[in-house]
């Protein structure tokens, strides 16, 4: 294997979490560069520690054309993890993928759908599927919720 140029790392605490990323990366050998133009780092992301007292490991490998540092890289990468991950909460609490809406409803049901979630998580509900159970049948639980305001920050 060929050496490494560069390793970043963070760690992380939180929200039941207690995980160490690790992104090595090195350049691309030639025949990669050739067959995708503009590569210019193979990049290894793994993730390891526990998470809710379980143990936890992923890793990823991705090709970048991106010119940067390190660290810069391993925020891009978890940054897009987060994403995903919300993406993944949208389609197995709210199916969304299985929708076939087009035009304009798509937006106006992605948008309920968002406030829906945020409303849920306003609401100091940790579980999207608990939050929806309770009040999917309690049509004042669901008012009240919505006319929650979010808490305003201390200017000092």
């Not at 990049?43 to 940067?68: C, I, N, V, Y």
Request: aromatic residues 8%; contains cysteine.
């Amino acid at each position: 294997m060929r050496k490494i140029p560069f390793v970043a790392k963070d760690h992380e605490i939180s929200h039941g979490r207690d995980i160490t990323w690790t992104l090595r990366a090195k350049e691309a050998p030639q025949h990669i560069l050739e067959s995708w133009v503009g590569t210019s780092w193979i990049l290894e992301m793994t993730a390891t520690g526990t998470r809710d007292g379980k143990p936890f490991q992923a890793q990823h490998l991705f090709l970048t054309s991106l010119r940067t540092t390190p660290e810069a890289l391993l925020q891009l990468v978890r940054d897009r993890w987060s994403i995903e991950c919300w993406h993944w909460i949208r389609d197995t609490q709210l199916h969304e993928d299985a929708h076939r809406y087009r035009g304009n409803g798509a937006g106006a049901l992605a948008s309920l759908r968002t406030a829906a979630l945020n409303l849920l998580r306003l609401a100091g509900f940790q579980s999207i599927r608990a939050g929806m159970q309770a009040v999917m049948h309690d049509i004042k639980a669901l008012l009240a919720m919505a006319m929650r305001q979010p808490a305003v920050p201390d200017p000092c």
